[in-house]
């Protein structure tokens, strides 16, 4: 196994356990809550095999759910962002993700804000959505949606920052 390999399962079992052992206790004004787990998808790599990126993305989101008692809502929202995750780097990144040269260790501030927002936002507006099932709450879901996403990108910005590897 390499260690790129055995990085990305390290992430993974850092996120997952960070998640359901303190975040998940956060419950800010009633409806912030942060999912950092979200980082684990974000940074999965772009040349990566698109089969194996969804099939850990269906395997972090239910890991969330069977922690969290979700019925599976955490699952539908890691597969959906992961699905559309192409759209979110076209529109953040343009050609330089037509021509596979994206790197997220050099890209810039902007870009990458860009992506995380677009990504983020998806993932809690289709959790948030199956959590409530009711669109005569739409008001309330895309709250709940926006401010945890402000609070899931800080994090997902912090974290991106104190991890980042240096050339």
């Not at 709450?137 to 920052?161: P, Y």
């Amino acid at each position: 196994m390499n260690s790129s390999i055995l990085g990305h399962i390290a992430r993974f079992i850092l996120l997952v356990l960070l998640q359901v052992l303190v975040l998940n206790h956060i419950n800010f004004l009633g409806h912030i809550n942060p999912y950092l787990y979200v980082l684990f998808i974000l940074l999965y790599p772009i040349n990566g095999n698109r089969s194996i990126f969804l099939l850990v993305s269906f395997l972090l989101g239910i890991t969330i759910d069977m922690f969290s008692d979700s019925g599976g809502v955490h699952a539908a929202a890691c597969i959906t962002a992961a699905i559309l995750r192409p759209v979110a780097l076209k529109s953040s990144f343009g050609t330089s993700y037509d021509y596979q040269t994206v790197k997220f260790k050099s890209i810039d501030f902007g870009s990458m804000l860009v992506y995380m927002s677009l990504v983020v936002f998806l993932h809690h507006f289709i959790l948030f959505f199956l959590e409530v099932f009711n669109i005569s709450s739409i008001i309330l879901i895309l709250k709940k949606a926006f401010f945890s996403s402000i609070f899931t990108i800080i994090l997902c910005v912090g974290f991106n920052i104190i991890f980042r590897k240096r050339n």
